[in-house]
C-alpha cells in the first residue's frame, strides 16, 4: 500500500517537537508499505532532509520515509496573521500534489486544520480512501481561548471541520474528549478511533549523561516545563507558583522552562521584573538532548490555561515524555489527564488558577523525595502498560490498513 501522509509539523528524533507522525510512518514501512510524507519547514522540528530547496521544495528519503518538504517555515513564535498565512499557503501547496503524487490512502493530521481539504479533494476528486486523525478541536479551541472572534472566519472553520469528518472514511482522536466532539459532529462512533500520544520508550531509556542548567545546584528539586511558550499553555501560571516558592523561601527548589513561543519574551520578562532566581528560561533542545536533562529532572510540568475545552480535548506530548522518562507529573486543570494521574498515583493534580496549590505540591516532592522516586516508578510503569508507542502504534496501522482495504472492497462490489 502507497501511503500519501500529509502533517504540516512532521519532525523526526534529532528535532524538538512531538515525533508522533515519525514514529507512525516508520511503523506503516516496516510494515511493508511505501510512505510519502509532506510537510512544512519548521524552525524547532527537522524533517531529516538537508539539500537545497528547487522551486520552493526538497524532496530525499528519510529512515525509509518519502519525504517532501515544502519550504515553508513556520515558527510558533509567529503571531496569528503570520501563522494563517503560512497555514494556507501549506494547504495550496499540498491539495495540488495530491492530485500529482501516486497513492492508495491519504492520510492527515492537524494541527492545523486546513489540512483537511487536501483530504476532502483526495476522497471527491481521485476516490482515493481518506483517515483524518484530530488533534485538536477546531474551531471550538480557538473559539474558547478567544483567539478567533470574527464569525465569519469560525463559520468557515466550522464547515471544513464538518466537511472534513462527513469526507473521511475514517478518524482518529488523540483523546477522549477529541472522540467525542468528533461524534457530536453527526459521524458515528464505529468510525472513530482513540489513539492518544503515546511513550517512546526506547529514546528516553537511552544511555545518556544527565546535565542541568548552571543554575541548578545538585541538591535541588528540578521541575521541567518542555513545550511551546503561547497562550494556550499558561505559563503565567508557573511564574505566579515560582513567586509564592520565593516568598517561602523554598530555595531547593528550581523551574526550568525550556522552548519557544510568542509569549516567550514577556515571560522572561515578567520574571526579570519580579526577580524571580527560581527560574530559569531554556532554547529548545534536540529530543535526544533532553533525555539527558529528563534524567536529571524530579519532576514533570504538564501546565495548561484554564479552559474547560483542553480539560478532555488534548493529548500533550510532553506527559507522555514525562512518564517515559520515570517522571512524577504536576499537572494544573482537571480533565482526563488528571484523572489518569490520579488513579495510578504517579503526581500530584492541582486545581487551576491555584499559585498556593501548584507551590505546595512543588515543596511536597522536595520534602520527600523518596515518594517523589516512588511516583516517577510508577509514572514509568504506566508508560509502560498503557501507552507504549509500540503498541500504540500498531493499532494506529492497523486502523489506516483497514481503512485502505475496506474501501477497495466496497468498490469492487459497487463494480461487480
Known amino acids: 500500500m502507497r501511503l500519501l501522509y500529509i502533517h504540516q509539523h512532521f519532525a523526526t528524533p534529532k528535532g524538538s517537537v512531538g515525533i508522533r507522525s515519525y514514529q507512525m510512518a516508520r511503523r506503516m ?7 510519502t510524507m509532506l510537510c512544512g519547514r519548521g524552525v524547532e522540528g527537522q524533517s531529516g532532509l538537508t539539500g537545497s530547496f528547487q522551486r520552493g521544495i526538497r524532496r530525499g528519503s528519510v529512515d525509509g520515509i518519502d519525504v517532501i518538504e515544502v519550504d515553508l517555515t513556520y515558527s510558533n513564535k509567529d503571531g496569528f496573521l503570520k501563522r494563517t498565512g503560512t497555514f494556507l499557503s501549506f494547504m495550496l501547496r499540498t491539495s495540488r500534489l495530491v492530485f500529482t503524487e501516486p497513492y492508495d490512502v491519504l492520510f492527515a493530521t492537524t494541527t492545523p486544520l486546513t ?44 464547515v471544513l471541520e464538518w466537511a472534513s469528518y462527513r469526507s473521511a472514511h475514517r478518524l482518529i482522536g488523540l483523546s477522549p474528549g477529541i472522540v467525542d466532539g468528533i461524534a457530536r459532529r453527526g459521524v458515528p462512533l464505529e468510525r472513530i478511533a482513540l489513539v492518544p500520544n503515546g511513550c517512546d520508550l526506547d529514546i528516553f531509556s537511552a544511555d545518556s549523561g544527565a546535565w542541568q542548567p548552571q543554575e541548578v545546584h545538585d541538591t535541588d528539586l528540578l521541575a521541567v516545563f518542555a513545550g511551546a511558550h503561547g497562550l494556550a499553555n499558561g505559563l503565567d501560571s508557573v511564574l505566579d507558583a515560582a513567586a509564592v516558592l520565593q516568598r517561602r523561601g523554598a530555595d531547593d527548589i528550581r523551574i526550568v522552562l525550556i522552548g519557544n513561543g510568542m509569549r516567550k519574551a514577556a515571560l522572561v520578562e515578567r520574571a526579570k521584573r519580579k526577580g524571580l532566581r527560581n527560574v530559569v528560561f531554556l532554547d529548545p533542545v534536540r529530543k535526544t538532548e533532553l533525555v539527558g536533562l529528563f534524567k536529571r529532572a524530579d519532576v514533570g510540568l504538564q501546565i495548561l490555561a484554564n479552559i474547560p475545552a483542553f480539560y478532555y480535548g488534548t493529548s500533550p506530548n510532553k506527559f507522555f515524555d ?4 520515570g517522571l512524577p507529573v504536576l499537572n494544573n486543570y482537571p480533565g482526563w489527564l488528571a484523572e489518569v494521574i490520579e488513579a495510578h498515583d504517579c503526581g500530584i493534580a492541582v486545581p487551576p488558577a491555584d499559585p498556593e496549590a501548584f507551590a505546595d ?29 509500540e503498541a500504540l502504534a500498531e493499532r494506529w496501522a492497523e486502523w489506516v490498513e483497514q481503512a485502505g482495504r475496506r474501501t477497495t472492497a466496497s468498490s469492487v462490489t459497487r463494480s461487480s
Do not use: S
Not at 514501512?29 to 510512505?35: K, M
Not at 505540591?361 to 522516586?373: I, K, N, S, V
Open 361 to 389: 505540591a512543588l515543596m511536597r516532592f522536595a520534602e520527600d523525595r523518596a515518594r517523589t522516586r516512588l511516583m516517577g516508578a510508577r509514572a514509568l510503569r504506566l508508560a509502560r502498560q498503557d501507552f507504549a508507542r
Open 322 to 325: 514525562y512518564i517515559a522518562a
Open 115 to 158: 489540512v483537511g481539504l487536501p483530504g476532502i479533494l483526495g476522497r471527491w476528486f481521485r476516490g482515493k480512501p481518506f483517515v483524518f486523525e484530530v488533534r485538536d478541536l477546531w474551531p471550538e479551541l480557538p473559539r474558547a481561548m478567544g483567539v478567533i472572534r470574527n464569525p465569519i472566519v469560525l463559520w468557515a472553520m466550522g
Open 29 to 35: 514501512v516496516e510494515r511493508g508499505h511505501a510512505v
